[in-house]
């Protein structure tokens, strides 16, 4: 793949620059449509305040086919649009005819912890997310819960 860079206004007031950059190795690509992209940054170039690491940001493709511009913090709707798991812990993609199934979105339920079945062996104890996934090869669909 080319490489990637991810340009940065040091201000969110003043996204005509100045810009900080950074390579591909500092963030990673969630989502992609349509000239707007989703990323998270697992590394921030310093000068760079206005948002933290592991956030979703919404970018911008730019003329240059090779830079994103960063433009703001992405919404929770974009989050959905773009199928982006929002995982209570650590990511926990399955795998299905050996490749990562795809995201088709994800159910969070702070109640259910409260309402045990009866009979319930084991339960939820707190918020959880449950994430569903299917296998673009099969059709197999597979869910994932986590809870805080
Ligand atoms: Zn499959």
Known sequence: ??????????????LGG?????????????????????VEFIDLPSGVAWFDTFELMYCQEQHDAGTVKVIRKATEQERVLFRVPLWIQGEEVPECCGRPMF???????????MEPPSGAKMWWHDKASFYVFTCAQCLE????????
């Open 141 to 148: 669909s597979k869910a994932i819960g986590q809870q805080m």
């Open 103 to 113: 995201f088709v979105g994800q159910i969070d339920d702070d109640r259910i912890c």
């Open 18 to 38: 100045p810009f900080a950059s950074a390579d591909d190795d500092q963030f990673e690509i969630l989502g992609r449509r349509d000239g707007v992209v989703l």
């Open 1 to 14: 793949m080319p490489k990637i860079k991810a340009i940065i206004p040091l201000s969110n007031d003043a």
